[in-house]
């Protein structure tokens, strides 16, 4: 009969010593194991105060973000992608809209004929709901919408908040080429997520690789989506190798892969009216 260990998960997980299934982590060892167990007693957030989505975002803003994933005809890319840069700068530069463009893209590696938006509402939930009533009164919107929707095979999207300790994702110069990583955690997951992350940003952060990192709040649950900036495909790979020789990211790595459900990662170029190019 296997002997049960009782204690708290963290303190399992320290008497059993690394499972089979994480000590493929790279340059794990046992001093990792030590500099773990010291950060049992680093500060970290309490999941038991308040929701996550409070912990975990910033306070000094409300921004609230929209993601868009459009999966469009493949002979209708290019239609797509002029009638979105015609339609939508206007509204990025209307003053009277309470949104802003933070980046548009079409996926180069990953899904296929696929367009990705991201939107920042500066004013949280009010501000997306008083720029969603004055579009359903904007004309030229909807005859987009319209035109936009014999173009497209599927479409979906989801609310965001961001991370405190990650980059406000700000507009750049290019070229550029860019990656979605997408992490769908196990839930009630969140919090140890953020107090990893938060720990380890800074290995990422010499190259300005690090773009913005978001949670969701409505749409599908759980998910991460973290975005980086390479100036090539070449690049991105020096840089997270580079990562690897930082003391603290393989500790990253080890204790947040067990959070994974699934992840995904897009390679995307950005359209002419992007503000991240």
Not at 18 to 28: K, L, M, N, V, W
Not at 92 to 113: A, F, I, K, R
Not at 134 to 149: H, I, M, T, V
Request: hydrophobic residues 35%; positive net charge.
């Amino acid at each position: 009969m296997a002997t049960r260990v009782c204690g708290s998960p963290a303190m399992r997980r320290l008497l059993r010593g690394p499972c089979p299934a994480r000590s493929g982590a790279r340059g794990y060892s046992k001093n990792n194991e030590g500099s773990w167990f010291r950060s049992l007693f680093v500060h970290k957030v309490d999941p038991r105060k308040d929701a996550h989505s409070t912990l975990l975002s910033k306070k000094e803003t409300s921004n609230l973000y929209k993601i868009q994933f459009h999966n469009v005809k493949p002979e209708c890319l290019d239609a797509y992608n002029s009638l979105t840069e015609e339609v939508l700068p206007k509204l990025h530069s209307d003053l009277d809209y309470p949104c802003d463009l933070v980046g548009n893209w079409n996926t180069w590696y990953g899904e296929q004929d696929q367009a990705v938006h991201l939107w920042r509402f500066s004013g949280g939930y009010p501000a997306l709901t008083d720029c969603m009533n004055k579009l359903k009164q904007n004309k030229e919107y909807l005859e987009f919408q319209k035109a936009r929707s014999e173009m497209l095979l599927s479409r979906r999207n989801q609310l965001l908040l961001e991370f405190s300790f990650w980059n406000e994702p700000l507009p750049r110069v290019g070229p550029n080429i860019y990656e979605l990583r997408t992490y769908n955690l196990k839930p009630g997951t969140m919090i140890e997520w953020g107090n990893n992350w938060a720990r380890a940003i800074k290995h990422r952060q010499e190259n300005q690789e690090a773009v913005g990192g978001f949670f969701s709040q409505i749409g599908e649950l759980y998910v991460v989506h973290h975005l980086w900036a390479y100036k090539n495909l070449q690049s991105r790979e020096e840089t997270r190798n580079a990562a690897w020789r930082k003391r603290g990211w393989d500790e990253n790595v080890y204790y947040t892969v067990p959070l994974v459900r699934t992840m995904e990662s897009r390679i995307m170029i950005p359209l002419k009216i992007s503000p991240l190019q």
